[in-house]
């Protein structure tokens, strides 16, 4: 088990950046594949973005896909989401979560076992 600590969420106008991070403690944060995830108030939580164990391989839900990033430093056991061109309808909690995998090269949008508590991401209008 992997334990998970998001920060960087906060209040951004539409068009504007935020910077996520997830911060792991536990076991080894290299041997887990990583996603964020995000719920908005009303609905059910959806993927958002996913990472190989080491960061080689990554992949997006379409609605954010050329104006977010994920990425991770291994040797400081965090990932991180960077949000660019933020809309509206991007506010909502986000989710970091851990998968443990022996794969180098596949990444995950569900089975994820390990999550963190979330960060609220509001975008004004």
């Known amino acids: 088990q992997v334990q998970l600590v998001e920060s960087g969420g906060g209040l951004v106008q539409a068009g504007g950046s935020l910077r996520l991070a997830c911060a792991a403690s536990g076991r080894a944060f290299s041997n887990y594949a990583m996603g964020w995830f995000r719920q908005a108030p009303g609905k059910e939580r959806e993927f958002v973005a996913a990472s190989t164990r080491s960061g080689g391989y990554t992949y997006y839900t379409d609605s954010v896909r050329g104006r977010f990033t994920i990425s991770r430093d291994n040797a400081k056991n965090t990932v991180f989401l960077q949000m660019n061109s933020l809309k509206p309808e991007d506010t909502a909690v986000y989710y970091c979560?851990?998968?443990?995998?022996?794969?180098?090269?596949?990444?995950?949008?569900?089975?994820?076992?390990?999550w963190g508590q979330g960060t609220q991401v509001t975008v004004s209008s």
């Open positions: 979560a851990g998968r443990s995998t022996s794969s180098q090269t596949t990444w995950f949008t569900t089975g994820y076992d390990d």
